[in-house]
């Protein structure tokens, strides 16, 4: 299992915003799109760094006087860690679990292919779980 496999089965949609957003556009963006993080992405569509729910949390807790002016580039995450879609899914796990982050971009030659959460690596599993006891049912129950 790969995370090229989990891209196709959740697809490859990705929501970013510019290193000037503001706080308020990300956490709109966000709440929108019921995501958990947002990825920055330069003029170049290189990623820049990553958003993430704590990251607002930390805007929010810094101060109201502050937040009116916070923008993407001031949140984010600089050192983003990234799959590669021959990542396997268990390695993206351990990726996430040892960062203590919930979202890994997946870079295929240095360019933004897509983007996997926890969520979507535990759903894709459980799914592939599902699909061998279905082919072990049949295997077991079919006609001699």
Do not use: C, W
């Amino acid at each position: 299992m790969t995370v090229r496999a989990v891209l196709k089965y959740k697809g490859g949609e990705i929501t970013s915003v510019s290193p000037n957003a503001t706080a308020r556009e990300i956490a709109e963006t966000m709440a929108g799109q019921r995501i958990g993080s947002v990825l920055v992405l330069a003029d170049d569509g290189s990623v820049a760094g990553i958003v993430s729910e704590r990251d607002v949390v930390k805007a929010v807790a810094a101060g109201p006087e502050r937040l009116a002016e916070a923008r993407a580039a001031d949140m984010m995450t600089r050192h983003v860690i990234a799959a590669s879609p021959e990542t396997s899914v268990d390695e993206a796990m351990e990726l996430m679990d040892s960062g203590y982050f919930r979202h890994l971009p997946v870079l295929e030659n240095g360019r933004l292919v897509g983007i996997i959460s926890i969520r979507d690596l535990v759903k894709y599993r459980i799914m592939q779980h599902e699909s061998d006891l279905d082919s072990l049912k049949r295997y077991i129950t079919r006609p001699s």
